[in-house]
């Protein structure tokens, strides 16, 4: 018996095929869509006293979002969320910031975070809610 090597056009084709298939593969894990780069932080005092006055500032920026506005939230015990106050609308470029004085009325525990809104236009009236930060505490003697 004697053996033969195939050279006819279905072994060739059969390369092709293959060499064919590992490039379109390459491609495909080369175009994997990047994620939206962010961060939102909020920064306060960990204690206060009666009576005195603290700053609470947040600052956030969002590739995703055309424009951006940060707010603070904040809330005593486990009541709801409340919004304190709201910063300047900026662009993609620019790092938004929002920055509220609070008089520390009574004693007790206080607790803030801060939300980036992503907007398409500056004066977009339906803001999406982007990211969250992580709470503060403010203890208050």
Known sequence: MT?????????????AAVIGALGVASVALAAVPAFAKGDVTVTAPHTAQVGKTFTVTAHGDDDAADYL???LEGRTGTQAWRQLTCGAV??????????????????GALQYRAVAYGLLTKD????VRERTSSTVTVTVR
């Open 69 to 71: 506005r940060v707010c």
């Open 3 to 15: 053996r033969t090597k195939k050279t006819g056009i279905k072994a060739r084709g059969g390369r």
């Open 90 to 107: 900026v662009d993609r470029s620019g790092d938004a910031q929002a920055t509220t004085h609070v008089k520390a009325a009574s004693k």
């Open 124 to 127: 977009d009236k339906h803001p």
